[in-house]
């Protein structure tokens, strides 16, 4: 069945540096989501990519689709520590959609 | 305020019982999962349903049941045959627009310790 691979799993940063999280899949996505999840809270939508090479900014978070429709990331710049928690991505083929989602990365950040 | 309610947040139980978790969402969603999450595990699925008095198994359904006789209700019962039942439990829905645009909702989750 389709699998959705993250990477890294755990990223420690000083305060200010930045981070990128890498997801790939195994077969073609319709599109991909990504959530994040604070530490004891539970996942929270951040953005959905839908077209191939796509990328979308939301303010210090750059998220890119890859041109196959394989592969995203995640960029956070100079973070923060509310940036802490697990970023999730999640990515299903076309017509009946069940997300799979990874197993996330979890960012701690230092300050 | 529309939203997804899980319930209770924090649930114990006897090894060899059955307990069943509840999920309610008021956002008109068609669609409505059942995921554990253990550390390091990410977010498996355990049962799905797209549309009232159906549902599908997941990756990890044994020892698992669901029922959907309502849209808004989606319990998920543990039974005894759930080897390792001790986990978070999360409920989501989604809007089935059968497009792809199915951005999840997740409940607060229910943290099951069995002893």
């Known amino acids: 069945g389709q699998q959705v691979m993250q990477i890294p799993q755990y990223q420690h940063v000083q305060e200010g540096e930045d981070f990128t999280t890498y997801c790939n899949s195994s077969?073609?996505?319709?599109?991909i989501q990504w959530y994040k999840q604070r530490p004891g809270g539970h996942p929270v939508f951040l953005i959905q990519?839908?077209?191939?090479?796509e990328v979308k900014k939301q303010k210090r978070l750059t998220f890119q689709f890859g041109e196959a429709k394989k592969n995203s990331s995640l960029h956070i710049t100079a973070t923060q520590t509310t940036d802490v928690g697990t970023y999730f991505c999640?990515?299903?083929?076309?017509?009946?959609?069940?997300?799979?989602f990874g197993r996330g990365t979890s960012l701690i950040v230092h300050p | 305020d529309g939203g997804i309610t899980q319930s209770p947040k924090y649930l114990f139980r006897k090894e060899g019982q059955n307990v069943t978790l509840s999920c309610e969402q008021n956002?008109?969603?068609?669609?409505m999962y059942w995921y554990r999450q253990d550390p390091g595990q990410g977010l498996r699925l355990i049962y799905y349903?797209?549309?009232?008095?159906?549902?599908q198994k997941g990756d990890i359904a044994e020892g698992y049941s669901v029922s959907r006789e309502k849209k808004e209700s989606f319990p998920l019962t543990v039974t005894s045959a759930q080897k390792n039942p001790t986990a978070f439990y999360l409920c989501?829905?989604?809007?089935?627009?059968?497009?792809?645009?199915?951005?999840?909702?997740f409940g607060q989750g229910t943290r099951l310790t069995v002893v």
């Open positions: 989501a829905s989604s809007l089935e627009r059968g497009r792809g645009d199915t951005e999840a909702f």
């Open positions: 349903s797209q549309i009232v008095n159906d549902f």
């Open positions: 999640a990515g299903g083929p076309g017509g009946s959609y069940i997300p799979t």
């Open positions: 077969t073609t996505l319709s599109n």
């Open positions: 990519l839908v077209k191939s090479g």
């Open positions: 956002l008109n969603h068609d669609a």
